[in-house]
C-alpha cells in the first residue's frame, strides 16, 4: 500500500490503478486516495448548438419523455470519475434545460456554432475557457445510450502512457470504392467473416483527450485525437453505434431504451 501513499506526489501517476486498490484497501487510505483523485481533473463537456439540418433542434428533442441532451449529462454526472458536466451552446433554451437536468453551462460564440464548425474548435473553446482540466471527456448528446458505467470503463484506459481514448464499435464489412461510374473492391478475396481481420469505427459516444492536445492545436484528426501519440480504443457492443440523425435513429433507439428498460 505504500506505494499509492507515495502516489499522491508523483504528477504522471496513474489515477485509476489507485482508485482500483483503494477498492479493495483498507480504510487507513482514503485520505491519500481522495487527495490523488483532485490531482487529476476530469471534466465532460457536452458540445449542443441550436441548429440542426437533419432534426429540427434535435438536441432537446424528446426521446423516451425526456430532451436528448439529458442521457449525456445524467451519464456524465453518474461517472465516479468526472467532476463536473459541462454543456457548450450558443442556445438559451438548450442552457436552461441542461442547467436544470445539473449540467454547468459554457456560453459559445455564435461563430462556433455553425454548420462549418468542427467540435474541435467548439471544445478548445471550452479549454479555454475552464482554465485547461486535465483531461476532457466529449459527450456527444445523439449517443444517448451510453452511460456512466461505459465512460467510467473507458476513463479507465487512460493511463500516464495514453493520450487518448476513443469509443468504437467492431465492424467486419465487405467494402466499396466508387471512382467515377465504376465501383472497385477494398478487398482483395473474400473470407468467411470470422476470418476477416478486425476493424474498428468510430461511435461518437466517447472521446478522452488530454487538455494538451487543445493547447497544442492538434486538430488533423479531430474530436480532440493527437494525430502524434498513443491512441486507445474502448470497445463498445454495436447498439452503441447508433449516432442519432434520422427520426429512424430516434425510434430505434427508444425501441432499445424500452426493452431494456432503461427510461
Known sequence: MEKYIYAIYEKEYNLIEAVRTYRFAPTSIIISINLLKKMTEIVAVIPARGGSKSIPRKNIIHLSGKPLVFYSIKAGLESQYISEVFVSTEDSEIAYI????????????????????????????????LHSPDVIVVLQPTSPLRSAKEIDEAIELLDPKTDAVIGVCETKQY??????????????????????????????????????????????????IPSKGNIKLYKMSAKFGIDIDTKMDLKLTEFIMQSENTL
Request: net charge positive; aromatic share 14%.
Open 175 to 224: 467494402r466499396w470504392t466508387k471512382h467515377g461510374s465504376f465501383a472497385y473492391p477494398r478487398f482483395s478475396n473474400r473470407l468467411p467473416r470470422h476470418q476477416m481481420q478486425k476493424e474498428y469505427y468510430e461511435n461518437g459516444a466517447i472521446y478522452i483527450t488530454r487538455s494538451v492536445t487543445y493547447r497544442n492545436n492538434d486538430f488533423i484528426l479531430g474530436m480532440g
Open 98 to 129: 441542461s442547467a436544470s437536468f445539473g449540467a454547468k453551462i459554457i456560453d459559445r460564440p455564435t461563430e462556433l456554432a455553425d454548420d462549418n464548425t468542427s467540435t474541435f474548435d467548439v471544445i478548445k473553446h471550452a479549454e479555454k475557457v
